[in-house]
């Protein structure tokens, strides 16, 4: 574990040791690197496009925020070589979602030599159901959630998939086929992922039913089963 600081806020007081955005960790290879952390706040996995109206008159913006940081970054950005996009959780999402942007704004030779991409635990499924009756599915989490936001995520996954179908979009192994130079992206994921588990009614703690481990099994296999059906070239998968 490693304690870390921040100019602009409170780090937590320890980090779980995996983390490669881990700013001070010695094992870390980008540790001496310049990093830019960005603060989850929008509630939206970086996608949202709506004003604050009705009966809740909460704003989505989260759709800027990349935008807005590249503008703010360019001068730092002039003379970079290597750029490496990351985010955890919503923040992997989040990375799927704006790939397509920051590739354009940064790949292909445009400003940097080298530009990678790592969506940390943010390759999400909806193709399988919740273990408990009583948890809300993925899908209809993603549903409702884009409706919420006005929701934008990968247009041309979005074009594919039509109107009713534009929220799988949010999910890594519907929305990756669609993504420029996947070759640049290596996946992050744990087969049976905390969140998943939790959402789907299933302790984060062993000892586990006969039933909770045939279904964590089935989760596994259908991670595993997406990275092979998408060709996913580099993976880390535990």
């Not at 599915?137 to 039509?162: I, K, Y």
């Amino acid at each position: 574990m490693w304690g870390c600081k921040s100019y602009f806020f409170p780090w937590p007081t320890s980090v779980a040791l995996r983390h490669i955005i881990l700013p001070c960790n010695p094992f870390n290879g980008s540790h001496a690197r310049g990093q830019v952390i960005v603060i989850y706040c929008t509630s939206d996995l970086y996608s949202g496009q709506l004003a604050a109206t009705g009966l809740l008159n909460f704003s989505f913006y989260g759709q800027n925020v990349v935008p807005a940081l590249l503008q703010d970054l360019e001068a730092d950005l002039a003379n970079a070589t290597d750029v490496l996009f990351t985010g955890g959780s919503a923040g992997g999402i989040g990375v799927l979602v704006n790939w397509p942007l920051v590739h354009k704004v940064l790949g292909a030779g445009a400003r940097v030599q080298r530009l990678r991409a790592v969506p940390d635990a943010g390759w999400f499924l909806t193709t399988m159901k919740p273990y408990s009756p009583k948890s809300v599915p993925v899908t209809t989490q993603l549903q409702d959630g884009m409706a919420l936001w006005n929701g934008q995520p990968n247009p041309t996954c979005r074009a594919a998939m039509g109107e009713k179908g534009a929220y799988q979009c949010y999910s890594g192994p519907i929305t990756y086929p669609f993504l420029p130079a996947p070759a640049d992206m290596m996946v992050l994921k744990a087969q049976t992922d905390a969140w998943t588990l939790g959402n789907d009614g299933i302790s984060l703690k062993p000892p586990y039913k006969a039933a909770e481990l045939t279904w964590l099994i089935e989760l596994a296999a259908e991670v595993r089963a997406t990275f092979q059906l998408d060709k996913v070239g580099l993976v880390g998968a535990w």
